[in-house]
């Protein structure tokens, strides 16, 4: 069972009942769900991820303490801590009564601020082009089992609704280094006899190649264990995480070598007819660092215009 699917079923059983019969004045106002670390957050786990932090469990989002005391907080987190151990032949990790790291009783505010450093509302230019994809991406995965009062779902709302400017930003800072790794220093590192180097590069533009792409399609990228997996659900990533598996997993003889260079020449010209079908590029070319540039240009806000291009990465 996955883990989502364990997640609301042990809710379903045990914590909506729990929260009406012993809450029932705050019932409205507890968002319920999982989100956050763990690859079962984003649905991919499987047999192997059974081996750590997977139990039954879920997340109660608190609002703040003006609206909810202390000790209706500290209440619920008992009640929750009582919930049965065992559940669909899976058992909870013993914890203490203020509950578990990834699951149990979170004031709201108390989990953005961990993930990003504030609410999302309070979101400045500054935190947006600070924060590295997986922390934005773990603040919005999952499934909210309810939210009546909207507040949790409001929040996430706006992480999924990057600001225009600050993915130009982000996408400028990966299109530049994509150029510098794949299309001019790749073969200028095998020239070198740097076959280490060269495979760093190669690497560097699959990471950052992988950015754009989620980037293009108005998305984050999770943590790297879960990157390719999420690379695969978007239009063309089965395609392209093929190539960039391949990149990073061969050797750098010189046959091979051309191929690879040809490879990543492939995926820029891809990228460049996105950024032209999007339009958020003037550069008529196929250099990956003119159009940086132009997608730099197109930011309206003069402060994060200005910055420097790779600011962000």
Request: glycine share 10%.
């Amino acid at each position: 069972m996955k883990g989502l699917e364990l997640a609301e079923k042990y809710y379903r059983t045990y914590g909506e009942s729990m929260i009406r019969e012993q809450f029932p004045e705050w019932e409205g106002m507890i968002a319920v769900g999982l989100t956050g670390s763990g690859s079962e957050c984003y649905g991919y786990d499987d047999d192997v991820s059974e081996d750590h932090d997977f139990e039954p469990g879920f997340c109660l989002f608190l609002p703040g303490e003006d609206a909810m005391d202390r000790r209706s907080a500290f209440q619920l987190e008992r009640a929750y801590a009582k919930l049965p151990a065992a559940f669909e032949g899976y058992s909870r990790a013993k914890m203490g009564p203020a509950g578990g790291q990834r699951h149990g009783v979170f004031r709201r505010e108390d989990f953005f601020r961990e993930k990003l450093g504030c609410l999302p509302a309070e979101m400045t230019a500054t935190d947006w082009l600070r924060l590295p994809d997986w922390a934005l991406a773990e603040a919005v995965n999952g499934k909210l089992f309810r939210d009546d009062a909207g507040e949790m779902t409001q929040d996430r709302d706006i992480l999924r609704n990057m600001p225009e400017d600050i993915r130009r930003k982000r996408l400028a800072g990966h299109l530049l280094m994509m150029a510098q790794s794949g299309q001019y220093n790749y073969r200028r590192c095998l020239r070198h006899g740097e076959t280490g180097a060269a495979q760093l590069a190669a690497g560097t533009f699959a990471d950052h190649a992988m950015s754009t792409a989620f980037l293009l399609e108005k998305r984050v990228k999770p943590y790297y264990k879960w990157s390719f997996r999420a690379l695969r659900e978007l239009r063309g990533g089965e395609d392209l995480a093929r190539s960039l598996e391949w990149l990073i997993s061969t050797g750098n003889d010189e046959a091979l070598a051309e191929d690879k260079y040809f490879c990543m020449e492939g995926i820029a010209s891809d990228v460049i007819e996105k950024l032209q079908e999007q339009g958020i590029t003037e550069a008529i070319c196929g250099d990956l660092e003119k159009h940086a540039y132009s997608v730099n240009d197109g930011i309206r806000d003069a402060e994060i215009r200005n910055l420097h291009v790779m600011a962000c990465v």
